[in-house]
């Protein structure tokens, strides 16, 4: 008789395809999801669905989904080890979020902050979607029922609106879904700061190339960007997000990129000026960046193979997917027979 093996929680985590990814979204999300791989069962998606809040361009948006799915596996995605796929091929999670927006509240969704700062950035095109995005993003773990969601301190919010969602519709139809925690690595870098402006998060959308390091800037880039970094007139090495938000930021990135400690930081640069902290930051990156930079560029060389892998990470997710949305449908009265997929299968 075989002896079954403990079954692993599920881990998920998912990015949007709005262009190329910064060192933010490295450290603050992608290089955490790795490790996880041992541990969890690993869902990563592109979600491609979350992208057209802001208007894309069609080309443009076709090429950043593949470029984001070899970014994942450049930096260490599995797809043996994990579901790899594009969440507008699992027509599941657009199902399930219209019957999760019957569960949030306009008075939730009106204060997700992410939402009033979009909202500001995109005056003329404060859509619908923009606003219940937060929903979509709940569909996306919810029908994993993902146990944990690998992500930056920005997306603590949606991960709690998505806990809300989630406890709300089990009290009132029985237990459904599993409530999923954030996960948000202390020892990697919750928040990158905007190197020219550190008040703001590194964000792929930021106006001045200076303030946003590119995953495929290539190495003279990355120090050149770096080397104008803002500090300050203060003089000392220290962790202070107050008064010296840059030099801090700087640090973070260190740690980050070399997998070390606050402590071991202070230490390193002891006695040091911000022009050493600079560059060596920049060289620290530029360890990380330099092998993600050289597969991403094979992956690329080789679409039908990515290809594969998209397609078969999809065909995984949708059978996982409707197993969850044929019990949500069930319990609500909606009439289910006619979907391929039993909920019991
Ligand atoms: P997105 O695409 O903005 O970012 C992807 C991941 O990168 C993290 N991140 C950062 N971490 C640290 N410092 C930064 N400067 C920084 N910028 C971005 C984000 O926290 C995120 O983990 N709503 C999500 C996408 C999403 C999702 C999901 C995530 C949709 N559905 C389901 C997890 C699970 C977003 O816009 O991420």
């Known amino acids: 008789m075989s002896m079954e093996l403990p079954k692993r929680k599920v881990a998920l985590s998912a990015a949007q395809p709005t262009g190329q ?15 996880l791989q041992e541990r969890y069962n690993t869902i990563f998606c592109v979600v491609d669905l979350h992208a057209l809040t802001v208007r894309q361009d069609p080309q443009q948006l076709r090429k950043h989904i593949l470029e984001l799915a070899a970014i994942y596996l450049a930096a260490g995605v599995d797809p043996e080890q994990s579901v790899v796929f594009i969440q507008s091929q699992v027509h599941q999670h657009a199902e ?8 949030a509240q306009l008075g939730e969704l009106e204060r997700m902050t992410q939402f009033k700062d979009k909202a500001q950035r995109h005056r003329h095109n404060v859509n619908a979607g923009l606003f219940t995005y937060p929903v979509l993003m709940a569909a996306d773990i919810l029908l994993y029922g993902a146990h944990v969601v690998p992500v930056g301190e920005d997306q603590k919010q949606h991960l709690e609106l998505t806990r809300d969602i989630a406890i709300r519709f089990n009290n009132a139809f029985g237990p ?24 703001k998060k590194m964000s792929k959308s930021a106006e001045s190339e200076l303030s946003k390091v590119m995953l495929l ?13 803002v500090t300050d007139s203060l003089g000392e090495i220290r962790f202070d997000e107050i008064n010296q938000a840059g030099v801090t930021n700087l640090l973070t990135i260190w740690c980050a990129a070399t997998g070390k400690t606050r402590e071991e930081a202070l230490h390193h640069f002891s006695h040091n000026l911000y022009g050493k902290l600079k560059v060596e930051t920049a060289e620290a990156v530029n360890v990380v960046l330099d092998p993600i930079r050289n597969r991403y560029r094979e992956l690329m060389n080789d679409p039908g193979e990515l290809e594969r892998i998209l397609h078969k990470g999809a065909e995984q997710a949708r059978e996982r997917a409707e197993h969850t949305l044929v019990s949500v449908m069930e319990v609500l009265g909606l009439p289910v027979a006619h979907r391929k997929v039993s909920s019991r299968g």
């Open 21 to 35: 990814l910064t060192i933010g979204n490295l450290f603050g999300a992608i290089q955490n999801w790795v490790p």
């Open 96 to 103: 399930l979020a219209w019957i999760l927006s019957t569960f």
């Open 176 to 199: 459904v879904f599993q409530v999923p925690d954030p996960l948000i690595q202390s020892q990697g870098a919750e928040r990158v700061r905007d190197l020219q402006n550190p008040a």
């Open 217 to 229: 800037d290539d190495a003279s880039t990355v120090l050149k960007k770096f080397k104008k970094a």
